[in-house]
């Protein structure tokens, strides 16, 4: 990679190219929100990068993204899994800006290498170079029937070339200083274009022709957009405005001001009512058009927000920043659907039931609570416990409840009538868990007296005591099919043992401090388990190898769980966030 001087730091800055120096690779999806009350916008997935990404593009049917880095590499990824698919290797310097074509099956990107290059995007082959430009080439598109790409450079033009053959077949020349971002009207007709030097100018898209100078901000302006139906003209500039432009008359219509640093990129909603803006200030904003009203503000990422895109269905937003991370977002916010009030004090589980027809609630103020999910109302108070109620979970059949507690208990209730059926008693120190077993047969317990107890859900009566662990058990479950029970130890150690015996089988090792939750699989073959080491590791659930260790959270991690199919993990810290991980 080549060495970058002062100078071209000055335009990568100025394009948001934003070159730093990489750090290791990190699949990790997570979870980030800040909106109004009741509305919550959160993360599909996140990719950490060991590069950082300059640009992203959704795919036409929604499936792919595309992205470019400083690493002289575009990057093919699975929209659904954040799986990398493809690396796009040939630029020589970094790639600044990428684009697929409106039929999905080529890409363009841009480089400081002065080129442009056009890309298979099944075989991630190179087809062609678009080689004219006397500087760094910053931005590319493809025209809107795909037969034409619109390129901004450094070298003061922009450039329409033959998408087939690669052939140069405009200059666009009028700006007095670098041209950051080109694209081509919803019709292909005209070409709007912006620049280091404060303008926005309009082209017709076959002679290459100005047709109007748009001006109004005062600092450079680095990204524009059509709206979906060609009449207005939005763009996104260094003075901390983005702002909406008839596209015929070049009238300012709406000037969005609230970002508080300079405004990188800004797109609009393929319906045209929504526009989400970038900022060097790490935030990500979505605009009314018509009222020029924020509507929500996304917070997550640490760096500047390079580029931003709204998926082809408009459900979701991709962004790229400077923190090496690619975000996608839900674009509709997620409302909350009701509030679950009762509890005196602080609530520590919640679960539904197997039907998802209820909710069971665990709290400090020594109650749990069954609520109806759909109206909020509460249904049951189950009384009985001396001190906190740790946990409570649903039996298989959802007729039963048990309960662990600090009162040195756990207890099993009638899941409808909220009436007590068994008091389990034997362990000397706090319940922290209790599980059903997969048939509903038998319960796990989870003790500060290090042992694990497994009972018989009908009688209450102990049938085995799980010996081994040196300090707390934190959590127990069972495996798929009940045959064995994984627990998780403040001695820094997760076990398997035989369900039946009672005899350890494997003892997983790797944790560096306290571990506060174990799961298994759905299908059994692998547990996850969170620790105080702010790791999330997942273990071969029949060898008890490690197979991968899960960083990214900045505070020991509560808990992890997989998803009903187990491809993706889903963890809570106390770093107040919540990630969601593909589970490989």
Not at 112 to 122: E, Q, V
């Amino acid at each position: 990679m080549k060495t970058t001087n002062f100078r071209t730091f000055s335009i990568i800055f100025c394009c948001l190219a934003l070159l730093l120096a990489s750090c290791g690779m990190l699949g990790q999806p997570s979870f980030a929100a800040d909106s109004d009350a009741g509305e919550q916008y959160h993360f599909a997935f996140q990719i950490r990068c060991s590069f950082v990404p300059t640009s992203a593009a959704f795919s036409p049917d929604g499936k792919k993204i595309v992205t470019g880095s400083n690493d002289e590499t575009a990057r093919i990824w699975d929209a659904v899994l954040g799986k990398e698919l493809q690396k796009l290797t040939g630029h020589t310097w970094a790639v600044i800006s990428v684009d697929f074509s409106p039929n999905g099956k080529k890409i363009v990107t841009a480089s400081l290498d002065k080129t442009a290059r056009i890309w298979d995007a099944d075989s991630g082959k190179t087809l062609q170079e678009l080689e004219g430009h006397a500087s760094y080439v910053v931005y590319a598109t493809f025209s809107p029937d795909g037969k034409k790409i619109v390129t901004a450079s450094d070298d003061k033009t922009a450039r329409i070339w033959d998408a087939d053959s690669g052939k140069e077949l405009q200059m666009l020349t009028g700006h007095t200083a670098t041209v950051s971002s080109a694209v081509f009207s919803p019709d292909g007709q005209k070409i709007v274009t912006t620049s280091q030097d404060k303008s926005v100018r309009i082209w017709d898209g076959v002679s290459g022709k100005e047709l109007q100078m748009l001006t109004g901000h005062t600092e450079y302006v680095s990204s524009v957009a059509f709206s979906p139906d060609g009449k207005k003209i939005v763009t996104a500039g260094a003075d901390k405005t983005a702002r909406i432009w008839d596209a015929v008359s070049g009238k300012e219509l709406q000037k969005l001001m609230g970002h508080t640093d300079r405004v990188s990129s800004a797109k609009f909603s393929p319906d045209g009512k929504k526009i989400v803006t970038g900022s060097n200030d790490d935030t990500v904003r979505i605009w009314d058009v018509d009222s020029g009203k924020v509507l929500q503000k996304l917070t997550g990422h640490t760096e500047y927000v390079s580029s931003v895109a709204f998926s082809p269905d408009g459900k979701k937003i991709v962004t790229t920043s400077a923190d090496e991370t690619v975000r996608i977002w839900d674009a509709e916010p997620r409302k909350e659907l009701q509030i679950l009030a009762g509890h005196t004090h602080s609530v520590y589980s919640a679960v539904f039931s197997p039907d998802g027809k209820r909710i069971v609630t665990a709290s400090r103020d020594r109650t749990a609570r069954i609520w109806d999910a759909d109206s909020g109302k509460e249904l049951q108070k189950l009384e009985g416990h001396t001190d906190w109620v740790s946990s409570a979970a649903f039996s298989p059949d959802g007729k039963k409840i048990v309960t662990a507690s600090h009162d040195k208990t756990a207890r099993i209730w009638d899941a409808d009538s909220g009436k007590a059926l068994q008091k389990l008693e034997g362990h000397t120190n706090w319940v922290s868990s209790a599980a059903f077993s997969p048939d509903g047969k038998t319960i796990v317990t989870a003790s500060a007296d290090n042992t694990a107890r497994i009972w018989d859900a009908d009688s209450g009566k102990t049938l085995q005591k799980l010996v081994g662990h040196r300090e707390y058990l934190i959590s127990a479950d069972f495996s798929a099919d009940g045959k064995k029970i994984v627990t998780a130890s403040w001695d820094k150690t997760v076990r398997v043992w035989d369900t039946t015996s009672g005899k350890e089988l494997q003892k997983l090792e790797g944790h560096t401090d306290r571990v506060s939750s174990v799961a298994f699989s759905p299908d059994g073959k692998r547990i996850v388990t969170t620790g105080d080491d702010e790791t999330t590791r997942i273990w071969a659930g029949d060898s008890g190898k490690e197979l991968q260790s899960l960083k990214g959270h900045t505070d020991w991690i509560k808990s992890a769980a997989f998803s009903p199919d187990g491809k993706k993990i889903v963890t809570a810290s106390i770093d107040n966030t919540v990630r969601i991980w593909i589970a490989e």
